[in-house]
């Protein structure tokens, strides 16, 4: 017997008709023209958007920087909020600065901006631009932020749940603020900021945010300290970059109210047996004297203090009252702690610390 035929001649006789061979070839022209279509569509709208990058690119290299805010503390210092922008091969980077109206070259804060893959118009709005709370640009901050996890009184372990408490004296425009805050740790985090303008400016241009996390007092700092210590409070990790715009002052950082005796004992208090106090120094003449000299007036209430280089010309300065608290006795064990924040936190610090402090 003969198989039944799947198709019929009489099916296969109407699809070779003249009229149906028109209607496919009709439907054959129209997916070929949709599809045509939506590739053109799709690739000239690429085309816009590359030849827009580039404007955009080429407009923001050629203005290389905007002033966004200028504005004056309660001494009447005056500081300025800009934007800075250049291009390297094609890779653009931006940076918002806080720095000083009479000597620009002083920056009181960098936080690094973030620069989506396609720029479009809305960047040539200065405000536009986001700020990258998860990175920080100055080293001294970094470091400032890393000291109590590279000696080990605050932990990235799963295994210590408890809070650890950070106090942070002299807010700036927040970006070591925002950046304790990404950390993948149980902080709470206390900031005293003495000028209420200096506070605006965090929270309007770094965006600082404040949260059960993050608290930020607009008050005298030695006040704050005061406070504390009558009320038998204990922080793990002190970072004091409180600083003077004074120039008749050699050592700017830090001010010259944070040198007072009855202040620094207030500090160690507050360290109390086993947290970590770091304080950024910075002069701008008779530098290694005047490093000395705060070393030693601090070493006076801390059961061990000492400075670690992090660039050719700053160091900062670490105390605790740990027993062990020691660089040469403890180096590798700090160089690697520094080594896996770097590795956690995306900082850069191992290299030139293991480097300059040899």
């Known amino acids: 017997m003969r198989e039944k035929e799947k198709y019929p001649a009489s099916s296969r006789m109407k699809y070779l008709h003249p009229r149906y061979r028109r209607r496919l070839i009709f439907a054959s022209i129209a997916i070929i023209y949709l599809i045509y279509c939506i590739f053109f569509h799709d690739y000239e709208k690429a085309k816009v958007s590359r030849d827009t990058h580039a404007e955009v690119l080429r407009n923001i290299t050629e203005t290389r920087l905007h002033i966004l805010h200028e504005f004056c503390d309660s001494f009447g210092e005056c500081f300025k909020v800009k934007n800075v922008y250049w291009n390297v091969a094609g890779n653009l980077f931006a ?20 620069v989506p893959e396609v720029l479009t118009p809305a960047y040539l709005d200065p405000l536009h631009w986001k700020v990258d709370k998860t990175t920080l ?13 590279i000696f080990g009184s605050i932990s990235f372990s799963n295994l210590d749940s408890r809070e650890h408490r950070v106090l942070q004296i002299g807010l700036g425009g927040g970006a070591t603020t925002n950046f304790l805050a990404t950390m993948p740790v149980e902080l709470s985090i206390d900031v005293v900021e003495l000028e209420p303008t200096v506070y605006d400016v965090a929270k309007k241009y770094f965006d600082l945010t404040e949260n059960e996390r993050v608290k930020v007092k607009i008050e005298d700092g030695v006040k704050f300290m005061e406070r504390g210590v009558n009320e038998n409070a204990q922080y793990d990790s002190i970072l004091l970059d409180a600083c003077t715009t004074d120039v008749k002052e050699a050592a700017l950082c830090p001010a010259p109210v944070f040198r007072a005796p009855e202040v620094i004992e207030n500090l160690s208090k507050l360290v109390g047996s086993t947290g970590v106090l770091s304080v950024n120094m910075f002069a701008t003449r008779d530098r290694e004297a005047q490093q000395e000299m705060i070393e030693s007036q601090y070493q006076t209430f801390f059961l061990k203090c000492f400075s670690l280089r992090f660039n050719v010309e700053q160091k900062m300065l670490f105390c605790s009252n740990r027993k062990d608290f020691s ?12 080594k896996d924040f770097d590795l956690r936190m995306r900082t850069n610090l191992h290299s030139a610390i293991s480097t300059l402090n040899e």
């Open 327 to 338: 660089w040469n006795g403890r180096k590798q064990r700090i160089l690697g702690n520094l």
């Open 95 to 114: 940076q918002r600065m806080l720095v000083l109206r009479s000597n620009p070259g002083v920056a009181l804060t960098m936080a690094n901006l973030k």
């Open 137 to 149: 640009v100055s080293a001294y901050n970094a470091l400032q932020a890393a000291a109590g996890f």
